[in-house]
Antibody, heavy 125, light 105 residues
Framework: EVQLLESGGGLIQPGGSLRLSCAAS????????MSWVRQAPGKGLEWVST????????YYADSVKGRFTISRDNSNNTLFLQINSLRAEDTALYYC??????????????????WGQGTLVTVSS | DIQMTQSPSSLSASVGDRVTITCRAS??????LNWYQQNPGKAPRLLIY???TLQSGVPSRFSGSGSGTDFTLTISSLQPEDFATYYC????????FGGGTKVEI
């Protein structure tokens, strides 16, 4: 059974930093890219960042580029998100998601087939 | 970035109703379109990927269609557990989600 368990959230002052973690189990971690998706209170979903299977390639939303860093420890099946220079608008539930890719003819469609329960980051003074 | 617009933003329906939710992309995205369901206080759940492929374990009352810029999610006979918020998401370029459609009783 695939399980994704996030941790590391909390109340942090503006300008502060946090490191989120996501412990993965139930699948071959090194075979899949992984992502973070966030959801502000009462709002919709926003993709934050993706990291490739090896960790060599990373991708970020413009809203977090330069402040957030995604990484992974393939030896321990763990995904991380280092979040710096936090702003009030970063307040959200942060979900870890497993990427999957489906080949339909010549097309490969990326989608998130498993999600964790999320860890809440609250930025407030 | 590609903008995804869902309509309606909310709807009221009854158990047994047929429900259709629309998602429109600001440019053509072929079939790079996924649908998720989110129940209150829960994580999103993948329903459909590549516009029309049902994720394993998802009931067959859910179906998806469309390509290019216009897509639909249909629930053929609404069940009590289907009252939730539904999101479309494109993976053609920088990943973006629609604003969501809340299905209420």
């Amino acid at each position: 059974e695939v399980q994704l368990l996030e941790s590391g959230g909390g109340l942090i002052q503006p300008g502060g930093s946090l490191r989120l973690s996501c412990a993965a189990s139930g699948f071959i971690f090194t075979d899949y890219a992984m992502s973070w998706v966030r959801q502000a209170p009462g709002k919709g979903l926003e993709w934050v960042s993706t990291i490739s299977e090896s960790g060599r390639s990373t991708y970020y939303a413009d809203s977090v580029k330069g402040r957030f860093t995604i990484s992974r420890d393939n030896s321990n099946n763990t995904l991380f998100l280092q979040i710096n220079s936090l702003r009030a608008e970063d307040t959200a539930l942060y979900y870890c998601a497993k990427d999957s890719r489906a080949r339909i003819s010549v097309i490969v469609v990326e989608h998130f087939d498993y999600w964790g329960q999320g860890t809440l980051v609250t930025v407030s003074s | 970035d590609i903008q995804m617009t869902q309509s309606p933003s909310s709807l009221s329906a009854s158990v047994g109703d047929r429900v259709t939710i629309t998602c429109r992309a600001s440019q053509s995205i072929s079939i790079y379109l996924n649908w998720y369901q989110q129940n209150p206080g829960k994580a999103p759940r993948l329903l459909i990927y590549a516009a029309s492929t049902l994720q394993s374990g998802v009931p067959s009352r859910f179906s998806g269609s469309g390509s290019g810029t216009d897509f639909t999610l249909t629930i053929s006979s609404l069940q009590p557990e289907d009252f939730a918020t539904y999101y479309c998401q494109q993976s053609y370029s920088v990943l973006t989600f629609g604003g969501g459609t809340k299905v209420e009783i």
